[in-house]
């Protein structure tokens, strides 16, 4: 196990939003996830580089990402 996933055993994602944040993206049905990854993709492009709060929005765009990538590799997988 390396460092790295070490550090997320320790109670963060691959994208490094906490844990239960990508616990309660993957209950989301798949309308709510697109919207929800629209909803932060906007918010992100709107956000200037120095905002508050623009690290964890893109921690959470982040955690979004990872999220698609999960559900299209387990549909594209199952076929």
Same mark, same amino acid.
């Given at each position: 196990? #390396?460092? @790295? $996933?070490?550090?997320?055993?320790?109670?963060?994602?691959? #994208? =490094?939003?906490?844990? =239960? @944040?990508?616990? #309660?993206?993957?209950? !989301?049905?798949?309308?709510?996830? !697109?919207?929800?990854?629209?909803?932060? @993709?906007?918010?992100?492009? @709107?956000?200037?580089?120095?905002?508050? =709060? &623009? $690290?964890?929005?893109?921690?959470?765009?982040?955690?979004? $990402?990872?999220?698609?990538? &999960? &559900?299209?590799?387990?549909?594209? =997988? #199952?076929?």
């Amino acid at each position: 196990m #390396s460092q @790295r $996933t070490g550090e997320r055993a320790a109670g963060q994602a691959a #994208s =490094g939003a906490p844990v =239960g @944040r990508a616990e #309660s993206i993957r209950q !989301l049905d798949d309308p709510a996830f !697109l919207a929800e990854c629209r909803r932060v @993709r906007e918010a992100l492009e @709107r956000a200037p580089q120095d905002a508050v =709060g &623009r $690290t964890e929005l893109a921690a959470l765009h982040d955690a979004l $990402t990872e999220e698609f990538e &999960r &559900r299209a590799r387990a549909a594209w =997988g #199952s076929r």
